[in-house]
């Protein structure tokens, strides 16, 4: 799932493509895209992009006349930029928005549809309420990750509590700030938080930056969950960077965790009953459970 990193380099190419184009033509070519009915979407064509936006990890168009295209790319969602002429990728292309100077593929891939796109004319109600980890200071995150109990891995991923962060980045800030996924929220002492919050702003800050390296040349083409130069996620039985333990993972339902036993659980491995039973009770159950 695109998560903050990926999403900010999304806006970045869309901004420099599309704020004061016009929006000239929607085509939905897979009719459940669309998950509203009212205002009709024939009404936002013809609207100029007064800005973009990110709600959570939803792209939004602002365009004139009150209205908001929201995009959700959930997992397999992704977002591509053709030039006048240029044709649109086959039968993944669910929608095609044309402004006067190219068109913004959304697609997805896989058979399982899930992206998404609403128009409408208020963003209450689209916000699942998570805060923005580089608008808030220490304390505020500290409050916030301790206003419910949970594992670290649940708290970070929840977008009601935080925004922008999932599968992937979730591991690769646990790993960094050397702290159990499975640890509880309420355990943890204010030394930990401090260094899960440093940790978070600096994993995030780093990838932004340097997917946006990666995308000057153009529009972000490559947006995976799993990249090279990640420490721990997606690379289970691999060396951890940090002291060359074999990486470890946790499965459950639809989701993998990664974690080091050595940098984050005192060598300890994550497997017994005990672990199944806080799975059920506090872990995001599938990719998308937490973002519907
Ligand atoms: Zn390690």
Redesign the pocket.
Known sequence: MPELPDLTVYMESLEARIVGKRLERIRLLNPFLLRTAVPPIGSAEGKQVLKLQRVGKRIVLVLEGGLYLVLHLMIAGRLRWLEPKEKPPGRITLALLEFENGTLAFTEAGTKRRASLHLVDSLAGIDPGGVEIFSIDAAAFAARLRSENHTLKRALTDPRLFAGIGNAYSDEILHRAKLSPIAMTSRLSDEEVHRLFEATRATLAEWIDRLRKEAAAGFPEKVTAFREGMAVHGRFGKP?P????PVQRIVFAENETNY?A???TGGKLLADRALSRLLKKSWPKSLDELEQ
């Open positions: 951890c940090v002291c060359g333990a080091c050595r940098c984050q």
